[in-house]
Structure formats: C-alpha cells, structure tokens
T-cell receptor, first 116, second 115 residues
Framework: QQQVKQSPQSLIVQKGGIPIINCAYE??????FPWYQQFPGKGPALLIA?????SEKKEGRFTISFNKSAKQFSLHIMDSQPGDSATYFC???????????????FGKGTLLTVNP | NAGVMQNPRHLVRRRGQEARLRCSPM?????VYWYRQLPEEGLKFMVY????????ESGMPKERFSAEFPKEGPSILRIQQVVRGDSAAYFC?????????????FGDGTRLSIL
C-alpha cells in the first residue's frame, strides 16, 4: 500500500523553466510534508517543508502548494538551473506527542533534468 | 559541524554472511532513524531509536534484521544471513528531537551488494 503517490516519475525542462512535481496522500493523519533533494551517491537533503495550517510556503526558488481538501501537495521550482538536476522526493509523517518529524513516508521520487 | 556519518559507503557480502552498517549521528542528536532504498523506489522507514532504546521498529523485517544505538558509539544496523533481496542503499538519519521544526538529517548511505 503506497501512502504517498508522486508524479511524474521523470521530468525534463529547459533552464529557466518551472518544473512542478505533485504528490497525493491517503492518510488524513499526516501533518508534516517535507520535500527532499537527492544527488547521485548522496543522501536526501531537506529542501522545504509545510504543515497543513498553511496553503503555500516559499523558500528562495522553491515553493510548496498544499491542498488539504484534495490531500495533495506540490513542489514548484522557479527559474530552474542545471544544478537543480536531481531526484526529488516528497514525504509525509504523523505527529507524535505534538511533534511530527518521525517515521517519514516517502514518495517514489521524480528525476528532474534541467537542460542548459 | 560534521554531518551524519555512515560507514562503510559500500559493502559487498556473499549470501549467508552478516552485514554490519554503522551510523554516527550529528553532534547533539539523540534520535536515529534507519531507512532502506531499493532501486527506483523511495526510502522506506525501518526503525527509530533513541539512545539505548528502540522506539519503533515497525518497518524492520521480522527476521535477520536488528538495530541498536548503544550509550557509547554509533548506531548499528545488523543483517544476518544476507540474501540477494537485501541489496539496497541503507540510509541513517538523525535529529535532536521529533519536533517538526527539527528535521531529520541524512547520511550519504551504505550501498549493500549481495553476491
């Protein structure tokens, strides 16, 4: 049972384009939604995260949009650069004792290629 | 600040052997998590430990897999009698707490290959 569904599997854009990666979740108990960036041979690195009390969060060129009623959230990368080429994972977790940073459930990932 | 350190980076074992994967969390982090990543898949939660205690091992296979996080030294993920299906990248993460504003930091993983 895949609790977090991510699409597309791969994505190619030109430099300056705005790639959009989408995720949908099933478990309404999820209350923390981070996005991770992973380069080949490296571990995932946290990019940006959102909680369901807001519908959008921006950090630099990265924006998360969150739709609680549709149980969907997406990552937008503004003015994409070749250096953004990596695999992106969405994730979700359930609060525990007020915190919500444990037992992350990951999507399958999106391989993003930004051409020069 | 040193990040999460995992070793070895690559480990090759023959079927039936034991594999030991080590993880040193970031300084000041007492919460450790292990995840497994199969090819073309996302990371799957295995176990969550806090110094000397296993808090949640719901993602661990029932047999052959064990984890510990002793008072002194790194966290160890141990796989006994390895099989081909154990080939994967194993990632360790750590955090100072489980609060949402203190995210998990990942190491660069151990790539385990079973011959």
């Amino acid at each position: 049972q895949q609790q977090v569904k991510q699409s597309p599997q791969s994505l190619i854009v030109q430099k300056g384009g705005i790639p959009i990666i989408n995720c949908a979740y099933e478990n309404t108990a999820f209350d923390y939604f981070p996005w991770y960036q992973q380069f080949p041979g490296k571990g995932p690195a946290l990019l940006i995260a959102i909680r369901p009390d807001v519908s959008e969060k921006k950090e630099g060129r990265f924006t998360i949009s969150f739709n609680k009623s549709a149980k969907q959230f997406s990552l937008h990368i503004m003015d994409s650069q070749p250096g953004d080429s990596a695999t992106y994972f969405c994730a979700a977790s359930i609060g525990r004792g007020g915190g919500s940073n444990y037992k992350l459930t990951f999507g399958k990932g999106t391989l993003l290629t930004v051409n020069p | 600040n040193a990040g999460v350190m995992q070793n070895p980076r690559h480990l090759v074992r023959r079927r039936g052997q034991e594999a030991r994967l080590r993880c040193s969390p970031m300084k000041g982090h007492s919460h450790v998590y292990w995840y497994r990543q199969l090819p073309e898949e996302g990371l799957k939660f295995m176990v969550y430990l806090q110094k000397e205690n296993i808090i949640d091992e719901s993602g661990m296979p029932k047999e052959r897999f064990s984890a510990e996080f002793p008072k002194e030294g790194p966290s160890i993920l141990r796989i006994q009698q390895v099989v081909r299906g154990d080939s994967a990248a194993y990632f360790c993460a750590s955090s100072p707490s489980v609060n949402w504003d203190q995210p998990q930091h990942f190491g660069d993983g151990t790539r385990l290959s079973i011959l």
